[in-house]
């Protein structure tokens, strides 16, 4: 059986390592984001054509090109765009790695195997992965790659720069500004992944505890993750306590004026949007001798 010491070294490598994943990310996007920053301005906005004062010329040719620009994107999108995906799956298998080795604390390795099977298959069929780590064509990472949010958001300030017969620079600037962000705002494609991403890791974490836990029949759950100035009091409350599996489901941020998630599930989504806490699985033994007051099991 494991000790208090070895699980709680665990956990404190758990939040370290979706914290890592997490700084990953952000530093992917950020070099993805520069780089459709490049694009769209050399292969788009420096092919309009300009007049004698700079300003983009309201033309059939450079509302033609307009129709060029999907194909633009599309191309960064094969080029660079699915970086950020494969940084995603890289990151979800590093995880079930980690799960893999936290449980080993709790059960046989041997009798783990089928386990491991069953969460690798479950997950990458939820994310749209091959077991080589090839993106399956219309999963849930390959849409996300292929989301229009951004592009027709761009695409959008270019007709508006043609029609209005924007300034070159104003025009190029804007766009820049979009994609890239400034001081005052992040970038476009921080943003997006900001809201349809970051809790992946987090969700993808806990659905493997989640069941491992089952499996084994871990009903106690350490809720970890450490506290920042950003926490919500939900959060707080909870941070290094111990839970019943029972405790668990009645769990309701709404009761504290937090909005849920679609589907709700206080296992997997804990303090609902950006929670990035998590549950870990303990046995009765552990549990107990961290939360005096448990009955007898």
């Known amino acids: 059986m494991p000790t208090i010491k070895q699980i709680e070294a665990l956990i404190t490598k758990r939040s370290a390592l979706v914290e890592l994943l997490l700084n990953q990310l952000d530093k992917s996007v950020i070099d993805t984001q520069s780089e459709l920053s490049r694009v769209v301005i050399n292969d788009f906005v420096d092919k309009l054509d300009t007049d004698e004062n700079g300003n983009i010329k309201n033309t059939q040719a450079n509302r033609s090109r307009l129709a060029l620009f999907d194909g633009i994107y599309r191309r ?16 979800v298998g590093q995880m079930i790695d980690f799960n893999k080795g936290y449980f080993s604390l709790f059960e046989e390795e041997t009798k783990l195997l089928p386990i491991n099977k069953q969460v690798t298959e479950t997950i990458e069929t939820w994310l749209g992965v091959t077991d080589r780590g090839r993106i399956v064509e219309n999963g849930y990472l390959d849409t996300l790659v292929k989301d229009s949010t951004v592009k027709n958001q761009i695409k959008n300030m270019m007709v508006t720069a043609i029609i209005g017969q924007q300034g070159y620079n104003a025009a190029k600037k804007q766009v820049k500004e979009y994609v890239e962000g400034n001081k005052e705002k992040t970038g476009g494609l921080e943003r997006y992944y900001r809201n349809f991403v970051t809790d992946t890791y ?6 493997i505890s989640k069941q491992y836990a089952e499996k084994l029949k871990l009903n106690y759950y350490i809720y970890e993750g450490g506290l920042v100035r950003e926490s919500r009091a939900f959060c707080k409350k909870r941070n290094g306590q111990v839970f019943t599996s029972e405790e668990v489901s009645a769990f309701d941020p709404s009761k ?17 949007w950006g929670c990035r806490h998590h549950l870990n699985p303990i046995n009765y033994t552990v549990a107990k001798a961290l939360r005096p007051d448990l009955p007898k099991e």
């Open 202 to 207: 987090s969700v993808v974490d806990r659905t």
């Open 76 to 91: 960064f999108n094969q080029n660079t765009g699915i970086e950020v995906i494969k940084t995603i799956a890289d990151g």
């Open 256 to 272: 504290e004026g937090i909005s849920l998630m679609p589907g709700y599930d206080p296992f997997l989504h804990l303090g609902s």
